[in-house]
């Protein structure tokens, strides 16, 4: 079983519509989660990061973790043709914080 | 503006032929990272640096190794790239700073194709 699991999608919405991307994962300990946007044939860039438990909102993305189920998502409101790309959610624990755990992204295109 | 740099962003090899991927950052981070990524998978965690600590995971090939001179800059050498070796390459860099060390900055990326 993978640590962290994440639906690959592809995920097509028409823009303006609200996305929800989530992952789940399996090891209690993790308690830093992240989510990072990667264009094709790009590096990844970090979106947002919540540590623990909780809601997290910068703009149109909110960032929510579930740790009673294991269980993170991102929320996208008003979706954007230039936010088609794929979404990783990657997870640390406390006290092994370098070490990153990655989803294996779920591909997102939004239509105009 | 800072960053992670790394060259070349596209590489193309013969089986066989060793090839070297070279990763530098300007935000003075101390730890580094090498990951693999194939097509529509997660990044694949190869090595790591904390400061000067080389963390090999234990699942790298053999045929991998890697080389950080300085804080700046860290290498991937791939000995005798196989086929299976075509991949992006990544980069990342995190500070073990308080309050920071979850923000890991990726650079580009290499994309190496493997012949």
């Known amino acids: 079983q993978k640590e962290v699991e994440q639906d690959p999608g592809p995920l097509s919405v028409p823009e303006g519509a609200i996305v929800s991307l989530n992952c789940t994962y399996s090891n209690s300990a993790f308690q830093y989660f992240m989510w990072y946007r990667q264009y094709s044939r790009k590096g990844p860039e970090l979106l947002m990061y919540?540590?623990?438990?909780g809601n997290k909102e910068d703009g149109r993305f909110t960032a929510q973790v579930d740790k009673s189920s294991k269980y993170i998502s991102l929320f996208i409101r008003d979706s954007q043709p230039s936010d088609s790309a794929t979404y990783l959610c990657?997870?640390?624990?406390?006290?092994?914080?370098?070490?990153?755990?990655f989803g294996s992204g779920t591909k997102l295109n939004v239509k105009p | 503006d800072a960053m992670v740099i790394q060259n070349p962003r596209y590489q193309v090899t013969q089986f066989g032929k060793p090839v070297t991927l070279s990763c530098s950052q300007t935000?003075?981070?101390?730890?580094m990272y090498w990951y693999q990524q194939k097509s529509s998978q997660a990044p694949k965690l190869l090595f790591h640096y904390y400061d000067k600590d080389f963390n090999n995971e234990a699942d790298t090939p053999d045929n991998f190794q890697s080389r950080r001179p300085n804080t700046s800059f860290c290498f991937l050498d791939i000995r005798s790239p196989g086929l299976g070796d075509t991949a992006m390459y990544l980069c990342?860099?995190?500070?073990?700073?308080?309050?920071?060390?979850?923000?890991?900055?990726f650079g580009p990326g290499t994309r190496l194709t493997v012949l």
């Open positions: 990342a860099t995190v500070t073990s700073e308080k309050g920071s060390y979850n923000e890991q900055f």
């Open positions: 935000l003075n981070h101390n730890v």
């Open positions: 919540t540590y623990s438990s």
């Open positions: 990657a997870m640390s624990t406390s006290y092994n914080f370098n070490k990153f755990y």
